[in-house]
């Protein structure tokens, strides 16, 4: 994301993004991808350990903790191979239970725009795209994408997962590029199940709150 530029004329262009802002769930953290993951990780792991029940033996707790580590690197490994810069995942258990979800935000992907209409542009984008419709968030127009990811054992996906993902247009941007915001979900094993339904209009409730910042 570029800054402000001048033209040849001395006029001042608009300026162009350079991040977001989104307000996340209630019990969920962020992990930056770029620079502060071990941070972020050790941050949520030690209030995790702090729910855990005062009894609970030295060595349970240890094997705990190294697992929850283990697990949120290996998440963020994965999040990091799909160009993402930002993973945000939910940290607090409900009723006991660690929602199965999450969504990223993507490296801002460049994609040739003139002389090609929307279509044109969310195939150059997302070939395999199905379900589609066209959103404007924040003045950036755009599309939603709704879908199932299949398992993928490359990537050590090992079910079906509902994924929707909002691709924008970044604004005043000197060349056209694009942000994803890509969310998942197992639910409980059934991408079309009540539950899944649930966090998938929870998610879309969070997009309703993103927004461009600039510098």
Do not use: C
Request: glycine letters at 6%.
């Amino acid at each position: 994301m570029s800054s402000t530029t001048e033209t040849t004329s001395g006029e001042t262009t608009a300026q162009a993004p350079t991040g977001y802002t989104l307000v996340p769930p209630p019990g969920w953290d962020m992990i930056p991808l770029h620079e502060g993951t071990s941070e972020a990780i050790k941050r949520i792991v030690d209030g995790s350990v702090q729910e855990l029940p005062t009894d609970i033996p030295r060595d349970d707790l240890t094997k705990a903790r190294l697992e929850l580590i283990k697990r949120l690197k290996k998440v963020a490994r994965q999040a990091r191979e799909a160009r993402a810069m930002d993973l945000h995942l939910p940290v607090e258990r409900i009723d006991g239970v660690a929602l199965p979800a999450s969504f990223i935000i993507s490296e801002p992907l460049s994609a040739p725009a003139l002389g090609m209409d929307a279509g044109m542009v969310l195939s150059s984008l997302r070939p395999d795209a199905s379900q589609s419709e066209e959103v404007t968030i924040d003045g950036a127009a755009g599309f939603r994408v709704d879908g199932v990811a299949q398992p993928d054992s490359a990537r050590e996906v090992e079910h079906p997962s509902r994924r929707i993902e909002y691709i924008l247009q970044i604004p005043n941007s000197a060349t056209p590029r694009w942000l994803t915001v890509s969310f998942s979900t197992i639910a409980d094993g059934r991408p079309d199940s009540e539950m899944a339904e649930i966090l998938v209009e929870l998610f879309d409730a969070v997009m309703t709150t993103f927004r461009w910042s600039y510098a």
